[in-house]
């Protein structure tokens, strides 16, 4: 049931929340707005870090997508998540990475790989007891990335 709510949320966000980003490829320039509240939720800039810290642990360990991870600096990955996420949250951060079409280039990113990234962000963010609902308002602000990232169909 979970998931399905949340796949109901990424496709609605997909769907209706990001016309405008259609021409856009840079990471920040996804303009859904985040509701109210949603950086104080994750904890701030120090729970966001906590948060992404532990994810990017498990992105490496995970069976079917660790591999991608394997040549990646993890601290550096978690540092530019959490502005990422910081800034898209509401909060006073500048995500200064590469963009989300840039830097996944080259890597063979199928929808399967973004489902299971999704599935092992979720793992993170009950670990860090973070409620469903902040969990998915996250989740939507993220989804319209994934015809960036995604570029294997
Ligand atoms: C909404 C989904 C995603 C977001 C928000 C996201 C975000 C990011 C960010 C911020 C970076 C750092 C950019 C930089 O180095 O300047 C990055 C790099 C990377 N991402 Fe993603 N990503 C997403 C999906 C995925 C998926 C599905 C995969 C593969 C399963 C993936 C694999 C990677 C890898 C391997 C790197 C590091 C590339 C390198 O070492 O140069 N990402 N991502």
Redesign the pocket.
Not at 95 to 100: A, P
């Given at each position: 049931m979970k998931t399905l709510l949340t796949t109901l949320a990424l496709c609605a966000s997909a769907l209706f929340g990001t016309g405008a980003a259609l021409a856009q490829s840079n990471?920040t320039a996804y303009p859904v707005a985040p509701a109210a509240g949603l950086y104080q939720a994750f904890g701030e800039k120090a729970g966001l870090q906590a948060l992404m810290d532990d994810f990017v642990q498990r992105?490496a360990a995970d069976a079917?997508?660790g591999d991608?991870?394997k040549?990646?600096?993890l601290e550096?990955?978690s540092r530019?998540?959490t502005?990422?996420?910081c800034q898209l949250a509401g909060g006073p951060c500048q995500?200064?990475?590469?963009?989300?079409v840039?830097?996944?280039a080259g890597?063979k990113?199928t929808p399967a790989?973004?489902?299971?990234?999704?599935e092992v962000?979720q793992a993170s963010m009950d670990a860090k007891g973070i409620p469903f609902t902040r969990q998915n308002q996250m989740l939507a602000l993220?989804?319209?990335?994934?015809r960036d990232?995604?570029t294997v169909r």
């Open positions: 990471a992105l079917a997508i991608q991870f040549t990646t600096n550096n990955l530019l998540l502005e990422q996420t995500y200064s990475g590469r963009n989300m840039q830097s996944h890597l990113i790989h973004f489902n299971r990234l999704v962000l993220l989804a319209p990335m994934h990232v995604i």
